[in-house]
């Protein structure tokens, strides 16, 4: 079954102009911290698609149960694009309205847009360059700990290759 998506927005933040800011500020935490902790991404993932139409919401479910939405990062462009040009504190509208996770989804995949488009350029992808490139995109440098402890000594490794190559 084929589905025709819409296009992305042009004006990615208009939907929600009307919401209160507090309350969207509290989804998009709750987003970054499914993405974040391990366990809590498909709980976000069934929220997220729950009133959605049912060929969507099908769709949307085993697409990502293979992949993950965004990631923290872009959930952090988002927060600043809405501190600095949002400014309704109180509304009658509420993120609970029919048709808010579809906004919500269009968002993610807005900002997914920006944030790696920018950062493509065209390399082979087993280059080394590709993986930092790629890396840096995502904010994978280091995150956490135990995912520097697990990785640091490799990506220092190829970073060094890397200095070498380009400048000797």
Request: no cysteine; aromatic share 12%.
């Amino acid at each position: 079954m084929q589905m025709a998506w819409k296009p992305l927005p042009n004006e990615p933040l208009k939907y929600f102009s009307e919401f209160p800011l507090g309350d969207l500020v509290q989804v998009m935490i709750w987003v970054k911290n499914s993405l974040e902790l391990p366990g809590k991404y498909s709980g976000f993932v069934h929220t997220l698609v729950r009133r959605m139409n049912e060929p969507k919401k099908i769709l949307l479910q085993n697409q990502l149960k293979q992949t993950q939405l965004s990631h923290p990062i872009v959930i952090d462009k988002i927060l600043v694009e809405l501190f600095s040009t949002h400014s309704v504190k109180i509304s009658t509208r509420a993120v609970e309205e029919i048709g808010f996770e579809d906004q919500l989804f269009d968002l993610l995949l807005y900002f997914n847009d920006l944030q790696y488009e920018k950062h493509h350029v065209p390399l082979e992808a087993t280059t080394n360059e590709a993986m930092w490139t790629l890396s840096l995109a995502q904010a994978y440098t280091g995150l956490s700990n135990v995912e520097y402890a697990k990785t640091a000594t490799i990506k220092h490794l190829i970073f060094l290759n890397f200095l070498q190559k380009h400048f000797g």
